[in-house]
């Protein structure tokens, strides 16, 4: 099965940079991704991570070390619409997605 | 490029009623996977479908049923509706293998009263 854990939430301001992690365990890792979701609307893919490092996407960066069964998504020059919950997921071997529970982010001025 | 299309958007239904809900995926998309999500967190898997048959399964029971159709569209039936099956139902689509993740539809907001 797996297990996929995240802070609950976070709040940080305009501007700075905020690192939000995820840890898992999974029987069989077939890739890790990041989703945005803003308050009831569809999640909204961020980030893709298969292989140990770290991705780079504009303001979004991803970091993926399988040995730990962790991740962290770090978003730089936030922005007021950037207030969303950020959600880890693991694609296992057979190719299914699971879910954590999210990071509620909220950026003040 | 029409996305991944959920239909209703909203729907209230009582207690012990039946609901269908419909999803159309992504073109070019041929998997179809449905989630269930309650206010504040994240989507819990149902199942999975693939040449029209289920081909994972979450932790839900028997009166969570699917169905996918011969151009990959997908429908999901609840039955015996409770109160607690008020959530959002995001469907989801992705290439044979997976390919870089889900294409997520609006989802429909299921509200049981």
């Known amino acids: 099965g797996q297990n996929i854990d995240q802070p609950t939430e ?3 301001t305009e501007g700075a940079i905020v690192q939000t992690n995820c840890t898992y365990q999974t ?6 991704f990041w989703y945005q979701q803003h308050a009831g609307e569809a999640p909204t893919f961020l980030s893709y991570n298969v ?3 770290l991705e780079e996407k504009g303001r979004f960066s991803s970091f993926l070390s399988r040995s730990k069964g962790y991740s962290y998504l770090l978003l730089k020059e936030l922005q007021m619409k950037d207030s969303a919950s950020y959600l880890c997921a693991v694609r296992a071997s057979n190719n299914d997605m699971r879910f954590g529970a999210g990071t509620r982010l909220t950026v003040k001025p | 490029d029409a996305g991944v299309t959920q239909s209703p958007t909203h729907l209230i239904k009582t207690r012990g009623q039946q609901v269908t809900l419909r999803c159309s995926p ?3 998309h041929d998997t179809v996977s449905w989630y269930q ?5 994240g989507p819990q898997f149902i199942f999975q479908y693939y040449e029209e048959e289920e081909r994972q399964r979450g932790n839900f029971p028997d009166r969570f049923s699917g169905h996918q159709f011969p151009n990959y569209s997908s429908e999901l039936n609840v039955n015996a509706l409770l109160l607690g099956d008020s959530a959002l139902y995001l469907c989801a689509s992705s290439p044979t293998g997976g390919g870089y993740g889900y294409t997520f539809g609006s989802g429909t907001r299921l509200t049981v009263v």
């Open chain 1, 27 to 32: 029987s069989g890792f077939n890739g890790l």
């Open chain 2, 37 to 41: 999500q309650a206010l504040g967190q």
């Open chain 1, 51 to 53: 292989l140990d490092g």
């Open chain 1, 10 to 12: 976070m709040t940080a």
């Open chain 2, 26 to 28: 992504k073109s070019g």
